[in-house]
């Protein structure tokens, strides 16, 4: 069926380190990626997203690009803060929009 | 902008209590969804509504039922709250339709434990 896998965490690093979370699918179709971030005490928000092959999701210095050839979109950051301590959810949804497959999400510390 | 709106946020239930779930948008989205959140397990689909007058099961359905009261709102009901359904309880909406366009709001969450 549609899933989702991301790296389990948690991830710690220092401030203004480089960061990866990677992120494979598995889809009968051509779905839409996303990856959303929760912030400690509230809901889910888009962080960014690529509804095709090649395409690359970018927001606040994060970037995604969705690789069908490895079924792949890793989250990139190339210098995190403190502020972006979270958890960060990869996801997917099909033509229909009608159901989102979630990842377990990766638990994001930045210490300074 | 209040997008998607959760009430209450904080419940406290006991085994065999009933309560239900609020959840309105005011974004004008078809789609609406209920999400449970558990440690370990991500975010798993309960019910969601594709348009008004619609539902239709996700991955874990037992336990609950659900109500499109109209476009804005879609309750989520417990009839008889089991220590296994303390979790954080998520309501989205959506535009649906063409998913190149599509994308998902999330409610605040509301922590629910049942004792």
């Known amino acids: 069926g549609d899933s989702v896998t991301q790296m389990e965490g948690p991830v710690t690093l220092s401030e203004e380190a480089f960061l990866t979370i990677n992120c494979t699918y598995t889809a009968t179709g051509y779905p839409s990626l996303f990856w959303y971030v929760q912030y400690p005490g509230e809901g889910l928000q888009l962080l960014l997203k690529a509804t095709k092959a090649d395409d690359k999701g970018s927001n606040k210095g994060f970037e995604a690009t969705y690789r069908k050839e490895t079924t792949s979109f890793h989250l990139e950051k190339g210098s995190v803060q403190v502020s972006d301590s979270a958890v960060y959810f990869c996801a997917l949804t099909l033509n229909t929009g009608n159901q989102f497959y979630f990842g377990t999400g990766t638990s994001l510390t930045v210490i300074p | ?115």
């Open chain 2, 1 to 115: 902008n209040a997008g998607v709106t959760q009430t209450p946020k904080f419940q406290v239930l006991k085994t065999g209590q009933s309560m239900t779930l609020q959840c309105a948008q005011d974004m004008n989205h078809n789609s609406m969804y209920w999400y449970r959140q558990d440690p370990g397990m991500g975010l798993r689909l309960i019910y969601y509504s594709a348009s008004e007058g619609t539902t239709d099961k996700g991955e874990v359905p037992n336990g609950y039922n659900v109500s499109r009261l109209n476009k804005r709102e879609f309750s989520l009901r417990l009839e008889s709250a089991a220590p296994s359904q303390t979790s954080v309880y998520f309501c989205a909406s959506g535009t649906g339709g063409n998913s190149r366009r599509y994308e998902a709001f999330f409610g605040q969450g509301t922590r629910l434990t049942v004792v």
